[in-house]
């Protein structure tokens, strides 16, 4: 549950209902979960009833992320789509300028 909470998560896929239907169409998080089609309320259960420990285990990820030297202010890379962590705003939107396709 916690690979697709957290993949959800970077892809901008936050609610239950949302994690609900990426599970069901998203062929990733398919993966991820194993085929499993877990509903919204055991979703929402599992985000709301480990809050404290899903907060914990993301600040380890992410230092482990830093210590790696994959995050450093400059970048963040999530499955090869780099994306400048510049939020100016004349940043926002453009695809095109964000996303490089190797």
């Known amino acids: 549950m916690l690979k697709i909470i957290f993949y959800c998560y970077?892809?901008?896929?936050?609610?239950?209902?949302?994690?609900?239907y990426a599970c069901k169409t998203n062929i990733i998080v398919k993966a991820l979960a194993r085929d499993a089609e877990p509903?919204?309320?055991t979703i929402a259960h599992f985000i709301s009833s480990q809050a404290e420990a899903v907060k914990g285990?993301?600040?380890q990820?992410?230092?482990?992320?830093y210590a790696l030297g994959l995050i450093g202010g400059e970048l963040f890379a999530?499955?090869?789509?780099?994306?400048?962590?510049?939020?100016a705003?004349?940043?926002s939107g453009?695809?095109?300028?964000?996303?490089v396709r190797r």
Do not use: M, Y
Request: hydrophobic share 35%; with cysteine.
């Open 10 to 20: 970077s892809r901008g896929i936050i609610t239950s209902r949302s994690i609900e």
């Open 39 to 41: 509903d919204h309320d």
């Open 57 to 59: 285990l993301f600040a």
């Open 61 to 65: 990820v992410l230092l482990k992320c």
């Open 78 to 87: 999530i499955d090869g789509c780099k994306l400048p962590s510049n939020a």
């Open 89 to 91: 705003k004349e940043w």
């Open 94 to 99: 453009a695809r095109q300028r964000t996303c």
